[in-house]
């Protein structure tokens, strides 16, 4: 079975300081992966990485069965991969379902289905009675379900979480919680059974 995530001697360094360090990882798909370790140890420079927003100085790495090189197929796989990253690049004089629908026309999703998803999302993260407020009015738990709902909107097969409930109440915390391990083990909108993974990287 392809592996959501395979690195091979993956490092980063910045000048002189060495951010990641021959990572070795394997993990598997449909699975929650948790990746602990005090301030500074790398976690947030491996997850942009992974997702493709900054190159490794060494090593390799596959995800979803796909090397991601800077080739054509690592956009492919960026279609596929969700993420929460850990400072939120949110847009402030939007609302949060101006926003969603902007993310979900990114992905090039059909209208129809980024209504659908939108609703069922807001309605997930209780954001449904916030309507009328702009992202700039948000709470910052509220900013951070508003990324985690942007993040599934393209009903990804692989999900990043930068700390993913860092401000997010106890409730929320829990539906989200519960709604990754569905997703990890049933498909949602797109239909391939048992193939969705996650990662997330919490605090120690
Ligand atoms: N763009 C950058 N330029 C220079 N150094 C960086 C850069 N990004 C991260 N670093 C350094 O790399 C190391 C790892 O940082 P990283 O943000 O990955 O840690 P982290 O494990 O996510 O920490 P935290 O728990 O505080 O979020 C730190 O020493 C940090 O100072
Ligand atoms: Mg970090």
Redesign the pocket.
């Known amino acids: 079975m392809t592996l959501a995530i395979e690195t091979n001697a993956l490092t980063r360094r ?2 002189n ?1 060495c ?1 990641v360090d021959s990572l070795d990882l394997r993990v598997e798909r449909s699975k929650f992966y948790g990746f602990l ?10 997850i942009k990485i992974l997702t493709g927003l900054l190159a490794p100085t060494h090593g390799s790495m596959r995800i979803l069965g796909e090397t991601m090189d800077g080739s054509e197929k690592t956009l492919e796989i960026k279609r596929r991969i969700g993420v929460v990253p ?1 400072n939120l690049a949110l847009f402030d004089n939007l609302r949060a379902r101006e926003y969603l629908t902007f993310i979900g026309r990114m992905y090039l999703l059909p209208i129809s289905t980024v209504r659908e998803r939108c609703q069922e999302l807001l309605t997930m993260m209780n954001l449904e009675n916030e309507e009328k407020k702009l992202v700039i009015e948000y709470s910052h738990g509220m900013k951070k379900k508003l990324a985690l709902a942007a993040a599934l909107i393209p009903n990804p097969d692989l999900l990043f979480l930068d ?1 993913p409930f860092e401000g997010v109440d106890a409730v929320s915390s829990r539906v989200s919680h519960r709604y990754g391990w569905l997703m990890a083990r049933e498909p949602w909108h797109r239909e391939i059974p048992g193939q969705r993974s996650g990662i997330q ?1 919490l ?1 120690s």
């Open positions: 910045f000048g300081l951010a370790g005090p301030n500074g140890a790398g976690k947030s420079t491996t850990e700390e990287r605090h």
